[in-house]
């Protein structure tokens, strides 16, 4: 059974930075392609990052360079650091896997960005 669970998230002034973890089971990274993804209020969900089988990446031009999507193997959990946050960053961040072709998503944990 496939379970992800999102953490790390909270209230951080302009600038600052998160860690977001996605503690993960029943999957399988060599098999699966992980994301990050975050919905605001009003908005559609959108992905931040990807984290592909071969370990390559892929963020849009909204994040590169101040996201960073990572994975340890050992504790099968994914990380999303953010660093330079705006208050346009701010949403509820869902942790992704797709495997064997079916998705699998987290409760999401939500971050805010204000001063």
């Known amino acids: 059974q496939v379970h992800l669970v999102e953490s790390g998230g909270g209230v951080v002034q302009p600038g600052g930075s998160l860690r977001l973890s996605c503690a993960t089971s029943g999957i399988i990274f060599s098999r699966s392609t992980m994301a990050w993804y975050r919905q605001a209020p009003g908005k559609k969900r959108e992905v931040v990052s990807l984290?592909?089988?071969?370990?390559?990446?892929s963020y849009p031009d909204s994040v590169r360079g101040r996201f960073t999507i990572s994975r340890d193997n050992a504790k099968n959990t994914i990380y999303l650091q953010m660093n330079s946050l705006k208050p346009e960053d701010t949403a509820v961040y869902f942790c992704?896997?797709?495997?064997?072709?079916?998705?699998?998503w987290g409760q999401g944990t939500q971050v805010i960005i204000s001063s």
């Open positions: 992704k896997a797709t495997q064997d072709s079916t998705d699998f």
């Open positions: 984290l592909f089988r071969g370990g390559g990446t």
